[in-house]
């Protein structure tokens, strides 16, 4: 099966404030909005799809994240094996779409998007797709065992068993797992093309007055991602990425573990980026989540 992160839904009181982050530091673009909530796009998106929702709420918390695939047989396939479980939902939004809640309480869409054909010049220093969430969970090894057994996720690394890195593309991964006190979202990363549009990205938004610049640039060892977080007017915390190992057959990245090491949490060794500072130790944990366990 191949499923890539179609986007992630942020429920905030402070989702309006949010907008402007996302829209002039981020470089999203609005495609929609209702009394709710904002859908924002990013580059590889075309006409009224999105890759980020801003749902306005009491309470701050991950309301859903979406996968899809272009192959109508692997959503099939999936709806079958997630039937067993009782536990499907019916949802709008994505087509031929349904949800399921994992074992925290997440709930997970999956759904049909048609193949996107990029036409044009893409605009300049803007994350062309939501490339991977990172979640924090009280139990990683059942939570990874089930992102394995129940939707098919394949195992990439573990990082000294305290992170999960899952995948279901070429990707090194599209979902990850950190273990923490309670379950939160740690962060949601976004792709840049090459180097270069990283650092612009990273330059515009290091001007933000309503975000903050926590951590980065690096370069991370599991997966080779060049990384940069930044904290969203939410709390919630982001990430720029780019050149990250792309593995067309697993078979040609064998399954490992990872150390703690200076050298795996920043290849660079913190000459850019300063290093792991508190901000972002605190930032990565989150807030507990009112809607999981």
């Known amino acids: 099966m191949n ?27 609005e495609t929609g909005r209702d009394a709710r ?12 799809d999105y890759s980020l ?19 109508h047989s692997d959503l099939a396939a999936l709806r079958d094996r997630v039937a067993a479980l009782d536990d ?13 809640r994992d074992p925290e309480g997440r709930l997970v869409e999956f759904g049909y998007r048609a193949a996107v054909t990029p036409d044009g010049e893409p605009p300049d220093a803007v994350p062309h797709k939501p490339a991977h969430i990172v979640l924090n969970t009280t139990d990683i090894e059942a939570i990874t065992a ?12 573990f990082r000294a068993k305290k992170m999960s890195f899952l995948f279901y593309n070429r990707d090194h991964h599209t979902v990850a797992f950190n273990a923490a006190p309670h379950a939160s979202l740690n962060h949601v990363a976004y792709e840049l093309d090459d180097i270069n549009q990283f650092f612009r990205a990273i330059a515009r938004a290091g001007q933000t007055t309503s975000g903050e610049q926590l951590y980065g640039p690096g370069r991370h ?26 593995i067309d057959d697993p078979a040609d990245y064998p399954y490992r573990t990872w150390e703690y090491t200076p050298q795996n949490t920043d290849q660079w060794l913190g ?23």
């Open 3 to 29: 499923f890539t992160l179609h986007h992630v839904a942020l429920a905030s009181p402070r989702a309006p404030e949010a907008v402007g982050f996302y829209t002039q530091d981020w470089g999203l673009r």
């Open 37 to 48: 909530a904002v859908r924002l796009a990013a580059a590889d998106d075309r006409g009224d």
């Open 53 to 71: 929702v801003l749902i306005t709420a009491e309470h701050k918390s991950v309301d859903h994240f979406c996968l899809v695939t272009d192959d």
């Open 88 to 100: 499907a939902l019916p949802c709008p939004g994505v087509e031929d779409s349904f949800r399921i």
């Open 146 to 157: 089930w992102y394995q057994e129940k939707l098919g996720f394949g195992l990439r690394d």
């Open 221 to 246: 060892g599991p997966g080779n991602y060049c990384f940069c977080y930044f904290l969203d007017p939410m709390g919630f915390m982001c990430e720029f990425e780019t050149g990250g190992d792309k």
């Open 271 to 293: 000459v850019l980026s300063g290093g792991p500072n508190q901000r972002w130790r605190k930032a990565s944990l989150g807030q507990p989540d009112p809607g999981l366990i």
